[in-house]
């Protein structure tokens, strides 16, 4: 499709890779979705409780307030 010296390469890649990731994610939804819907259940909780954590806490753990904040934005569906 594209070859290495496109300069559509990189964009060709990065969209497979999110097709695989949007595909990966129905199949866990269809293959057992009570499991699933833990895991983002889980998943929310564990972003929102970081979002909350005070920095001298965050620096305890290796992470400052904007790494903090951007693991806290993603969508849960993102690992």
Do not use: C
């Amino acid at each position: 499709m594209y070859g290495a010296g496109s300069p559509f390469a990189p964009l060709a890649y990065l969209l497979v890779e999110a097709t695989d990731a949007a595909l990966e994610g129905l199949r866990s939804i269809a293959v057992n979705p009570i499991a699933t819907l833990a895991q983002l259940q889980a998943r929310a909780e564990q972003r929102r409780r970081l979002a909350e954590m005070e920095d001298h806490l965050l620096a305890d753990i290796g992470l400052n307030r904007a790494e903090a904040d951007r693991e806290a934005r993603k969508p849960v569906w993102v690992a």
